[in-house]
Every structure is written in structure tokens, then in C-alpha cells.
Nanobody, 127 residues
Framework: QVQLVESGGGLVQAGGSLRLSCAAS????????MGWFRQAPGKEREFVAA????????NYAGSVKGRFTISRDNAKNTMYLQMNSLKLEYTAVYYC????????????????????WGQGTQVTVSS
């Protein structure tokens, strides 16, 4: 497993932007497909975005497509989530996740596919 630590969350007004980071240790990220999930109060954890080992393939939930951009820097062992035009309903704890992937361009959108998780970072969007 790899240890993951998210950062960059906070309070932002609707329409604003935030960039989340997910720093990894314990294993090089270049062997891992990665993703972002979020969980709002009283709701189940849901998929947000995923990225392949190489960074060449990405996948987004329909609710964030066109607003969020997932990226990674394998040299820095870090993944990012750029969030623009934030909505009130995006308020949640955001988690990063990683899993070993043999295929360079495969992405995973189900939480059960991932074997390593961060502790989460709170994103609060206010009106």
C-alpha cells in the first residue's frame, strides 16, 4: 500500500476555485492508477475523477465534467484536482485513492477498486 495525504481544502465562495493535492509516500505513484472521491454529510462516497498511471487517460463524474481537472506529477509523487466554478453542492470531504495498475492507461471509477486512501480534506462552498 501507499500512504496518501490530501491538502488544499478550505472554505470558498460559490463560483470560486480550489486546487487539491494528494502526496504519496511508501510506493512510487507511477505504478498506480489514482482517483478522487467525495462524501457529503448523510450521503455515500461518490466518484469524482480518475487518472491512469501515465496521466494520459482521465475520467470524470458527469456532475464535475468541464469544471474539474485531474492531473498528476509522477516525478513529485503527487496528484492534483483543480476545481473551478464551484457549486454549493460540491461541499464534501474529498478523498484521494490509489491502486496498483498493470495497464498504463486504465482508470478506475469504483471505490472498491482502490486499496489505499487518504484521510480526506474538507471542501466547503458557501453562497
Amino acid at each position: 500500500q501507499v500512504q496518501l495525504v490530501e491538502s488544499g481544502g478550505g472554505l470558498v465562495q460559490a463560483g470560486g476555485s480550489l486546487r487539491l493535492s494528494c502526496a504519496a509516500s511508501g510506493r512510487t505513484l507511477s505504478s498506480s492508477a489514482m482517483g478522487w472521491f467525495r462524501q457529503a454529510p448523510g450521503k455515500e462516497r461518490e466518484f469524482v475523477a480518475a487518472i491512469s498511471r501515465s496521466g494520459g487517460t482521465t475520467n470524470y463524474a458527469g456532475s464535475v465534467k468541464g469544471r474539474f481537472t485531474i492531473s498528476r506529477d509522477n516525478a513529485k509523487n503527487t496528484m492534483y484536482l483543480q476545481m473551478n466554478s464551484l457549486k454549493l453542492e460540491y461541499t464534501a470531504v474529498y478523498y484521494c485513492a490509489a491502486t496498483t495498475a498493470t495497464a498504463r492507461e486504465f482508470v478506475f471509477t469504483r471505490s472498491y477498486n482502490y486499496d489505499s486512501w487518504g484521510q480526506g480534506t474538507q471542501v466547503t462552498v458557501s453562497s
